[in-house]
């Protein structure tokens, strides 16, 4: 791949990263992360997962500290709980409350339903494509980073 290519790559993904932020002001308080979160605990509970804050570091593929950091702001405003396991005390489950419901059910349904029919110029494969193509260069760049990291200790 030349240079040229990858820059127009990294120029993608900034204007990616200013589409996000393009999106409907979210209520006092919230962040875009919290509606990433839910929607990620929602999809694990959705298979019968009881999620713990490992498994949404593992998932989002995001650091612990800031996942427990998100966590306990999310509890804190009431949109998440936590729950002990009964089995097992030192293990916490992590629980989406019905404001948390509520707030992903508001801004998926209201938001989302409502940007879908401007981008029907857009393909499904187009969008596989593009999803794809994203996953594959942050995975490259992540491993990238573990090495230089390691030549750097």
Avoid: W
Avoid at 79 to 85: D, G, M, N, R, V
């Amino acid at each position: 791949m030349t240079h040229e290519k990858i820059k127009q790559m990294l120029d993608a993904c900034y204007q990616a990263k200013r589409i996000r932020e393009l999106l409907l002001p979210l209520p006092k308080g919230v962040t875009s992360s919290y509606i990433q979160y839910l929607d990620k605990i929602e999809q694990m509970e959705k298979q019968g997962i009881h999620v713990k804050v490992s498994d949404i570091s593992d998932a989002m593929n995001l650091p612990r500290p800031g996942v427990t950091r998100t966590v306990k702001e999310m509890e804190e405003k009431g949109y998440l709980q936590k729950i002990a396991s009964p089995d097992d005390g030192r293990v916490t489950y992590i629980s989406i409350t019905e404001d948390g419901r509520e707030l992903s059910r508001k801004y998926n349904e209201s938001y989302f339903n409502e940007l879908s029919p401007y981008l029907d110029e857009i393909s499904e494969e187009e969008a596989d494509n593009m999803i794809q193509t994203i996953e594959k260069f942050y995975q490259i760049m992540c491993e990238r980073r573990k090495e230089y990291d390691k030549r750097q200790s």
